[in-house]
C-alpha cells in the first residue's frame, strides 16, 4: 500500500554516488536480486552520469528520496549504438511511493534533459520479468530495439529506444523565430 505523501515529488541532480543515490541504487540492485538471482553487474563508473556526458536525478517526497533515474554517454565502442545516444540507467521508485506517477515524471525528465543535451535518441535496458517497467516505457514511446552492448547475449534482457525531441519552449529564443517572407 502506498504510504501518505504530503507534498508533490521535488527532483534534484546529484552525484551518481551521493549518499540519497547510492541508497536508492543498493534498492534497485536488490530488486535485481529479487527477480533475477542476481544484482545487474553492467559497468558503472560514476563519472558518466556527470554534466555534460550524464545526469542522475533523486526524487525526494516530504524530504526522503524515493526515486532515481539517470542517462550516460554510451561507450562509443558499443555494439548497436548509435552516435547521439543516451543511455538510461538505474530507474527505480520505492515500493511506499509506487503508483503515484514518479517514475513517468522521472522518465520525462530524464527524456527532456537528454534531448537538451543534445541527444537524438534514448535507449535503455530492463528485464522480461519487469513487466511493469516495460509497460511504462512502451506507454511512453519506447520500442523494441536491437540489444546492445553487455545485454546482447542476455535471453532476460529487454532493449528499448525513443527518439528525442527538444520541446519548442526548451528552445532558444532564435532557433523558435519563423523566417520573414
Avoid at 132 to 142: C, D, F, K, N
Avoid at 155 to 177: F, G, I, M, Y
Wanted: net charge negative; glycine share 8%.
Amino acid at each position: 500500500m502506498a504510504r501518505p505523501y504530503r507534498h508533490a515529488m521535488l527532483l534534484r541532480t546529484l552525484a551518481y554516488n551521493h549518499p540519497d543515490a547510492a541508497k536508492l541504487i543498493a534498492e534497485v540492485q536488490q530488486e535485481y536480486v529479487r527477480r533475477y538471482g542476481d544484482p545487474d553487474i553492467t559497468p558503472v563508473d560514476p563519472a558518466e552520469f556527470a554534466a555534460p556526458r550524464g545526469l542522475f536525478l533523486v526524487g525526494y517526497l516530504d524530504g526522503e528520496p524515493v526515486a532515481c533515474g539517470g542517462w550516460r554517454v554510451p561507450s562509443e565502442d558499443t555494439e548497436h549504438v548509435l552516435p547521439g545516444d543516451a543511455e538510461m540507467k538505474r530507474m527505480y521508485v520505492v515500493p511506499a511511493a509506487r503508483g503515484r506517477g514518479l517514475a513517468r515524471r522521472v522518465l520525462a525528465e530524464l527524456e527532456r534533459t537528454a534531448a537538451e543535451a543534445g541527444h537524438r535518441r534514448m535507449i535503455l535496458e530492463t528485464g522480461t520479468k519487469q513487466p511493469e517497467a516495460i509497460a511504462l516505457y512502451t506507454s511512453a514511446g519506447y520500442q523494441p530495439t536491437t540489444k546492445f552492448g553487455v545485454y546482447r547475449d542476455d535471453e532476460n534482457s529487454v532493449c528499448l529506444a525513443k527518439p528525442l525531441v527538444v520541446a519548442e519552449s526548451d528552445r532558444p529564443e532564435a532557433a523558435r523565430q519563423t523566417p520573414a517572407c
